[in-house]
T-cell receptor, first 113, second 118 residues
Framework: AQSVTQLGSHVSVSEGALVLLRCNYSSSVPPYLFWYVQYPNQGLQLLLKYTSAATLVKGINGFEAEFKKSETSFHLTKPSAHMSDAAEYFCAVSKGGAQKLVFGQGTRLTINP | DTEVTQTPKHLVMGMTNKKSLKCEQHMGHRAMYWYKQKAKKPPELMFVYSYEKLSINESVPSRFSPECPNSSLLNLHLHALQPEDSALYLC?????????????????FGPGTRLTVL
């Protein structure tokens, strides 16, 4: 079964510092991977998705993620954190499209002034 | 426009009440989804509709009854709920089956309905 594991339920960084949110996947077939962000009391917003076209994927709000097959990872990064990045981030995997998304447990990102 | 709308934003109901949640999209998507999200947890899939037909039911109790009257609208009818059903209910839509063979389909989520069962 396909699954994702997010390392660290809570990550705290200073404003302007590098953001690194970790996601490892488990899949016997090429996965389709997504990062979503959820701001307080809101729905989920797509940040970016990996669909095998390129290993480095750029998303919205300055985020990007790199697919590393050898490490079965799809970590999310942003060079410089902004206060508005504080939110819950979910990594998700889908097989052959988006019919069934399986989400990781989420990582809450806190930004310190 | 990638907007999915959900009404109401908040709903409080008793265990004997009957209520409905509504979800709407005008992106021409042919797949629509209901998710349940408990506090500090990821969303869990409940139902999937494709071309207005129920294609996936993730063993959801019958007190939750989905309905897809047309390609733009998705309802979730609630009856005799329990306090543990209190959660954020999220609706999503995507292009649908024609895109499911390609790695391009993306689910777009609405803002959710915060449900409290007393």
């Amino acid at each position: 079964a396909q699954s994702v594991t997010q390392l660290g339920s809570h990550v705290s960084v200073s404003e302007g510092a590098l953001v690194l949110l970790r996601c490892n996947y488990s899949s016997s077939v090429p996965p389709y991977l997504f990062w979503y962000v959820q701001y307080p009391n809101q729905g989920l917003q797509l940040l970016l998705k990996y669909t095998s076209a390129a290993t480095l994927v750029k998303g919205i709000n300055g985020f990007e993620a790199e697919f590393k097959k050898s490490e079965t990872s799809f970590h999310l990064t942003k060079p410089s954190a902004h206060m508005s990045d504080a939110a819950e981030y979910f990594c998700a995997v889908s097989k052959g499209g988006a019919q069934k998304l399986v989400f990781g447990q989420g990582t809450r990102l806190t930004i310190n002034p | 426009d990638t907007e999915v709308t959900q009404t109401p934003k908040h709903l409080v109901m008793g265990m004997t009440n009957k209520k409905s949640l509504k979800c709407e999209q005008h992106m021409g998507h042919r797949a629509m989804y209901w998710y349940k999200q408990k506090a500090k947890k990821p969303p869990e899939l409940m139902f999937v509709y494709s071309y207005e037909k129920l294609s996936i039911n993730e063993s959801v109790p019958s007190r939750f009854s989905p309905e897809c009257p047309n390609s733009s609208l998705l309802n979730l009818h609630l009856h005799a709920l329990q306090p543990e059903d209190s959660a954020l209910y999220l609706c999503a839509s995507s292009q649908g089956p024609l895109a499911w063979r390609e790695p391009t389909d993306t689910q777009y989520f609405g803002p959710g309905t915060r449900l409290t069962v007393l």
